[in-house]
């Protein structure tokens, strides 16, 4: 019998090999069809538009590292600098302002009782489903009323009264995922109500907050749409639509800068993605606590 399962096993091994190995092998091939349009678009910031039309060579045949240079340069005056300058004063407020007002909406949620509060929910869940195309009109009525066109104001203000319902429903489902043991013991302790939020849950929401401060973070930055209706000033412009300005600005459009500008805007978001990675999957993964 014994000489029966060790032969066996040894049958099973390089079919088991030979699985893995295929599984590697999809896996691969489909990284490198997903990866192809961005290698292709920093291989593309080397070349001049001759090269990019007139051949389908991955490589340049002559590097051109002057398409940085001239598409740091920017248009209507203003170089990447300005533009980069301005994502920041757009994404950092709005993703700091988006995890301060999620964190107390889905703080009350999950740990108080008050009245409609299963209505108040479900509304909740309804304005997840509800399309921004819907409310873009009304939306940019009411802030040009307030005189907030060509600000980050429109940014800003949703995020400070929590208008992005898919962030407190994340925090919600984590932080009932978290025992309430913990409150009552902090609450035996002296600790009030936010201080047991500040001392007790927010470190065990690290995960939960990174992952939505990623996803806040990646949209505000990625938002061609909301910016183009907004902002109007070329001084005021996000990056998406001082990339999109540069295929304007010229009667023919030098595509080298145009994709050399693409990567250096897509470099942030790379790097961030790449260096919060750990904590991201934790925060999409993880219901709860670990034991």
Do not use: H
């Not at 060579?57 to 940085?68: D, G, Q, S, V």
């Not at 304005?127 to 921004?132: G, S």
């Not at 849950?201 to 949209?219: E, I, R």
């Not at 010229?250 to 050399?260: D, H, L, N, P």
């Amino acid at each position: 019998m014994i000489s029966l399962k060790s032969k066996t096993k040894k049958l099973d091994e390089p079919i088991k090999d030979k699985a893995g190995f295929l599984d590697y092998l999809i896996i691969l091939i489909i990284g490198i069809i997903l990866l192809y349009p961005i290698i292709w678009m920093f291989m593309a910031a080397f070349k001049s538009n001759e090269e990019i039309f007139g051949t389908v060579a991955l490589f340049p045949n002559k590097w051109l590292f002057k398409n940085f240079v001239e598409g740091w340069k920017g248009s209507a005056g203003y170089t990447y600098t300005r533009f980069f300058a301005n994502t920041a004063l757009m994404v950092f407020p709005t993703t700091i302002l988006t995890l301060i007002s999620s964190t107390l909406v889905a703080y009350g949620f999950a740990r108080f009782e008050f009245p409609f509060k299963k209505l108040l929910f479900t509304i909740l869940l309804a304005m997840m489903m509800l399309p921004n195309t819907v409310v873009i009109i009304p939306r940019y009525m009411l802030y040009n009323r307030f005189q907030w066109i060509d600000s980050y104001m429109p940014f800003y203000a949703p995020a400070l009264l929590c208008c992005n319902s898919f962030f407190p429903y994340m925090l919600i489902q984590f932080l009932r995922g978290i025992p309430r043991d913990l409150d009552e013991s902090a609450y035996i302790d002296g600790c009030g109500t936010f201080k047991t939020l500040i001392e007790i849950l927010l470190p065990l929401m690290k995960p939960a907050l990174f992952s939505a401060g990623l996803f806040q973070f990646l949209w505000t930055y990625n938002d061609y749409f909301n910016s183009l209706i907004f902002v109007n000033s070329v001084r005021k412009y996000p990056i998406s639509l001082a990339v999109r300005m540069s295929l304007d600005s010229e009667s023919v459009v030098q595509w080298g800068k145009v994709m050399a500008m693409a990567c250096v805007a897509v470099l942030p978001l790379m790097i961030l993605f790449f260096a919060a990675q750990k904590y991201f999957v934790e925060g999409i993964a993880t219901s709860g606590m670990k034991n």
